[in-house]
């Protein structure tokens, strides 16, 4: 089987840095990715770490270390736009997504 | 980049409805397709794997017989709900991966569609 943890809520300002967790088991894993869901709508992809290390893509990264099974994903000079939940997703494959992380910007 | 196309995107019908969605892509081929679905405020939870000219595989606790899954081509799937009742009142997303791209084909990112909205009254 598998499981995935990740914070449910984190708040944070405009303009800050927002760093959100993920630990996973599974039985099958080729790589860490993370999506974006606003509400109603479809999740987007944001990221995706097949090996250990830093991933960069504009004011998003993500890091996965496959030895701890763990990763996370950095959102620098937050925005309001960025409220949305944010979901890790182990590729087993297919994508195995955990529970969720729902950020609120505030100003 | 690669496009995932879902249609209806919301459906209201009454209980005991039967209800098909479909699921294309639009500039590849998918041999493989998966179905998700998503109550408020949760996960997404992969329901089914589809798979070009052969049955579908479940995941476990899904009903086979309920969520009725088809991949006659190589751009469409589609996700039949039986006999439909609230309870089944969701969120239905299907993704595929590009697998034309290069690369491992485990690697490759899976695109979603925009999902269909059932509700059930």
């Known amino acids: 089987g598998q499981s995935l943890e990740q914070p449910s809520e984190v708040t944070a300002v405009e303009g800050a840095i927002v760093q959100i967790n993920c630990t996973y088991q599974t039985s099958g894993f080729y790589g860490l990715s993370w999506y974006q869901q606003h509400d109603g709508g479809a999740p987007t992809f944001l990221s995706y770490n097949a090996l250990d290390g830093l991933e960069e893509t504009g004011r998003f990264s993500s890091f996965l270390s496959r030895s701890d099974s763990y990763g996370y994903l950095l959102l620098q000079e937050l925005q309001m736009k960025d409220s949305a939940s944010y979901f890790c997703?182990?590729?087993?494959?297919?994508?195995?997504f955990g529970q969720g992380t729902t950020l609120q910007v505030k100003p | 980049g690669a496009v995932v196309s879902q249609h209806p995107s919301w459906v209201i019908c009454k209980s005991g409805t039967s209800v098909k969605i479909e699921c294309r892509s639009l500039?590849?081929?998918?041999?493989?397709m998966f179905w998700y679905r998503q109550f408020p405020k949760q996960s997404l939870m992969l329901m089914a794997t589809s798979n070009e000219g052969s049955k579908a595989t479940y995941e476990q606790g899904v009903e086979k017989d309920k969520f009725l899954i088809n991949h006659a081509s190589l751009t469409l799937s589609t996700l039949t709900v039986t006999s439909a009742h609230p309870e089944d009142s969701s969120f239905y997303i299907c993704s595929a991966r590009d697998l034309g791209t290069g690369g491992a084909d485990s690697n490759q990112p899976q695109h979603f569609g925009d999902g269909t909205r059932l509700s059930i009254l």
């Open positions: 997703a182990v590729n087993r494959p297919p994508l195995i």
């Open positions: 500039d590849f081929q998918a041999t493989t």
